[in-house]
């Protein structure tokens, strides 16, 4: 079992920043992938960005450039800076951890983009 914390949501003015996090503990697998995901009302869950143990990047179209994603592999953590937000980010997100074998998510914080 792997257990994911989020913190960093809130609310932010369009064009402002926020900087997510997620810690996991539990049984951590050497080879894994961390991100995020998110979902806004209304909407299916989508890719913003993740990483590989390894570095390795993805992200959508709609965040690059203004997402960068980061991780700690010695404190097993994942981090998610947005800078220019906008309405449009406004979604619950979702840290997530997976290998070849399993997924875990954590719980969701909430990012509102409003003015």
């Known amino acids: 079992q792997v257990q994911l914390v989020e913190s960093g949501g809130g609310l932010v003015q369009p064009g402002g920043s926020l900087r997510l996090s997620c810690s996991t503990s539990?049984?951590?697998?050497?080879?894994?992938?961390m991100g995020w995901y998110r979902q806004a009302p209304g909407k299916e869950r989508e890719l913003v960005a993740v990483?590989?143990?390894?570095?390795?990047?993805n992200s959508a179209d709609s965040v690059k450039g203004r997402f960068t994603i980061s991780r700690d592999n010695t404190k097993n953590t994942v981090h998610l800076q947005m800078n220019s937000l906008k309405p449009e980010d406004t979604a619950v997100y979702y840290c997530?951890?997976?290998?070849?074998?399993?997924?875990?998510w954590g719980q969701g914080t909430q990012v509102t983009v409003s003015s």
């Open positions: 990483i590989t143990n390894e570095g390795r990047t």
């Open positions: 539990g049984s951590i697998s050497n080879f894994n992938s």
């Open positions: 997530t951890y997976y290998t070849l074998w399993t997924q875990y």
